[in-house]
Structure formats: structure tokens, C-alpha cells
């Protein structure tokens, strides 16, 4: 079997779980085709390097920024290559994206199984009636689907995809590449140059007003206001459209020194300051999963994570004590409180909630997307063999009736 998998541009947690999968395959004499749809997006501009996956690698613009592509073309590219490639199944992320759609429409004209890839909540957004006959249309039309967590599951069902056809695994990391990484980091002294001296809190996300950055700055003011020991700094990394936003909050919060902007980092340098954090926080009011909390708790960390997120049932279940707590993002006392709580807590303490919030994303790593996906594969390919039945049936009633 031929598989065939499509992301807009390839980051190093999807190159992780396409490594994952494309060994699974190979374990069965089957094959993977990753697409990519264009080799830079400018809202994240990672670094990687092409050479040596275990998987055929196939940019459709590798010389072009995603936002620089119009639908058409990328509609044409993808089929132009599907038609090349022919493959047996699809994993297709998404009912949006127009080379989403080519391969969905692809699928559906050659007879293929199909796994929808989807991270969508119906927390999102405000929902519209409309606009969700239009995406049960096109959801109805995917043999299997591919999810996060129950929320994704439950939104999936409520758009026509029965529950029984959905399979588990789709957000994970490369868990074990964090976890070597900062116990290095933790291990070497020289690594905390250019870091604050005090401990820090650690946020990490785009620039943009659904990350809630505004907030978690007020927040963090009125957290200084409380603390009774050594008070932490408040680090936030990233880059975008809301920066100047977040940096007039810092001068009116009273600490702008306390309040650090690293930028944009790479995997290796982020992973250098998650290895020095205290606790990760993410305060995101819109986050259809929210990545970095996995990453954050690959490399030990208390999480403190925004009910909102997709990751928030997942990795901050139980007791609030477990691994770290939620809150409600559009409180700023609410955060503020847990901010104080982790901050209060002593070092062995906040040692322990890490360590469990390692335990808990080590069963959602690379591995577990590849078996979700073959999961869904098998639920794909019976849900076909159905229909096909179904239509061999329906053929022969109707010779019988015109004979």
C-alpha cells in the first residue's frame, strides 16, 4: 500500500511523525508520501534539513511562502502529483485548505479511503449555521478521521463523522528529542547565558491577539503584587503582529525589566529555555491544541494551561496538583492565582508535577500518531469495503429489475 500524507509546510513535529509512520509502514512492506504544499511559510519559519527521511518528500512550490500561493494553484499541483503518484489511501488535514479539498475530491473520483487529520473544536469559534452545513458536507465525505483529543472527536461526530470511525494520536513530538535536550542543557552551566537570573515563567506562541499575551502580562503584574518570595520573571517568546500591544502592557505592568522578549527560536534554543523554565504557561483564548505544552512537558515542566486549549483535558487532567493547573484565560485573577500557586510551591514540589507531566505526554508521542493513523487506516478501509459492497448490491438489484 501506497500512503500518501499532506502538511502546508513541514515543521520538526511533523517531520517526527511522518519518521514514526513511515517506519510503521515499512514494518509491513507499505510505503509513505509526504507533501508538502510550499517549502517556507512565514508564520513559522523554521529550519530543517531535507536529506535522509525514511519517506518520499515532495514539495508542490518548494521555492515559494505558503501565503504567496493562490487556491488554483494549489489545487493543480496537488492533483497534477496525486495523478503522478497514485496512491492507495490519504491522510488529509483538514476540509479547508484547497489542496485539502483536491485531495478529498481526488480520493472520491479514484475510490480511495480517506483519513481526515483534524485538531478543530467547537470552542473555536462562534459557529455558524451555515458554515457548518458547508464543512458536514464535506466532512461526511471522509471515510475516517484522525483526532487529538474527545473534543476534536465529539466536533468531528456533531459534523457527521460517526465516533466509531475516529482514531487517536494526531498532536504529538518528537518527546524523546525535548526530554535528551534539557537534561543536556540542565547539565551544562554555560548553557544559562543570556537567560534571567531569577526564575522565570515561560510562555511561548505567535504574536497574535488569540494568544492572550496582553493578559498574561496583567497577570503577571498582579502576581508581583502578591508574592511573598523571590519573585519570578516572566519570559515570552515568539514573534508577530501584536507585539507592539504586548510591549506597551510590559511598560505599564511596573516590572518592565522582569519581562523578557527572546523572539522567534528554533527548536534547539527554545528547547535551552524550556530547560531553565520553572513552569510553562499558556494563556492562548482560541488554541486548537497547542503544541509547545507538549514540548514543555517532554522536557519537565508544571503546566499551566488555558481551559480553552485542545491539550488542556489531555495533559492537565485529574487533580489541579497532577501536573499543573487550567484557568479560565479570560480571568486575569484567575491566571494571576495560578501563577502565585506555582510560584509558592517549593522546588522539590514543582520538580515532582514536571516529572509527571513528562509521564503523561510520553504516551502521546511520534510513535502513538503513527499508530492512531494506522488505526484509522483500517477503520478507512472497511468503512469502503461497506460502501463498495453497498454499491455492488444496489448494481445487481437494479440488472435484476431491467432484465
Known amino acids: 500500500m501506497k500512503l500518501a500524507l499532506s502538511f502546508t509546510n513541514f515543521g520538526p513535529y511533523h517531520l517526527a511523525r511522518l519518521r514514526a509512520l513511515a517506519q510503521s509502514l515499512a514494518a509491513r512492506g507499505d510505503e509513505l508520501i509526504a507533501y508538502e504544499t510550499a517549502g517556507n511559510e512565514r508564520r513559522y519559519p523554521w529550519l530543517r534539513s531535507v536529506a535522509g527521511e525514511p519517506f518520499h518528500w515532495v514539495t508542490l512550490f518548494p521555492d515559494r511562502d505558503l501565503e504567496s500561493l493562490t487556491g488554483a494553484s494549489c489545487r493543480r499541483a496537488m492533483t497534477d502529483a496525486l495523478d503522478r503518484d497514485e496512491p492507495d489511501s490519504l491522510g488529509i488535514v483538514g476540509y479547508s485548505r484547497p489542496e485539502s479539498m483536491a485531495m478529498l475530491g481526488w480520493a472520491r473520483r479514484n475510490r480511495r479511503p480517506t483519513v481526515l487529520m483534524s485538531e ?110 523571590r519573585p519570578w520573571d516572566l519570559v515570552l517568546c515568539g514573534d508577530g503582529e501584536s507585539r507592539p500591544e504586548i510591549e506597551a502592557g510590559i511598560r505599564a505592568s511596573g516590572y518592565p525589566t522582569s519581562i523578557h522578549l527572546p523572539g522567534f527560536l528554533q527548536t534547539a534554543d527554545l528547547t535551552r529555555w524550556l530547560a531553565h523554565a520553572s513552569a510553562f504557561v499558556h494563556p492562548s483564548l482560541m488554541e486548537p491544541w497547542g503544541l509547545v505544552a507538549n514540548e514543555a512537558a517532554a522536557c519537565g515542566l508544571p503546566l499551566l494551561i488555558s481551559d480553552r486549549a485542545g491539550c488542556a483535558e489531555t495533559l492537565v487532567s485529574g487533580s489541579p496538583e497532577t501536573t499543573g493547573r487550567r484557568f479560565d484565560p479570560t480571568s486575569v485573577g484567575d491566571l494571576a492565582d495560578c501563577l502565585l500557586w506555582v510560584a509558592e510551591l517549593s522546588e522539590t514540589e514543582r520538580v515532582e508535577i514536571g516529572q509527571r507531566a513528562l509521564a503523561v505526554v510520553s504516551e502521546w508521542g511520534p510513535g502513538r500518531f503513527a499508530s492512531g493513523m494506522l488505526t484509522a487506516l483500517d477503520l478507512a478501509h472497511a468503512r469502503e469495503a461497506r460502501r463498495g459492497r453497498r454499491v455492488a448490491t444496489k448494481a445487481v438489484t437494479y440488472v435484476e429489475l431491467v432484465s
Open 120 to 229: 478543530s473544536q467547537e470552542i473555536d469559534h462562534p459557529r455558524v449555521w451555515w458554515k457548518e452545513a458547508i464543512k458536514r458536507r464535506r466532512v461526511t465525505r471522509f471515510s475516517a478521521g484522525l483526532v487529538g483529543g474527545r473534543r476534536h472527536a465529539d466536533y468531528l461526530g456533531k459534523l457527521g463523522l460517526p465516533l466509531d470511525r475516529i482514531a487517536y494520536g494526531y498532536n504529538a513530538v518528537d518527546n524523546d528529542h525535548f526530554t535528551r535536550l534539557a537534561e543536556r542543557f540542565r547539565l551544562d552551566p554555560a548553557s544559562r547565558q543570556g537567560l534571567p537570573d531569577a526564575p522565570y515563567f515561560l510562555a511561548v506562541s505567535r504574536f497574535v491577539p488569540e494568544k492572550n499575551l496582553t493578559s498574561l502580562v496583567a497577570a503577571y503584574s498582579r502576581y508581583r503584587s502578591k508574592a511573598r518570595s
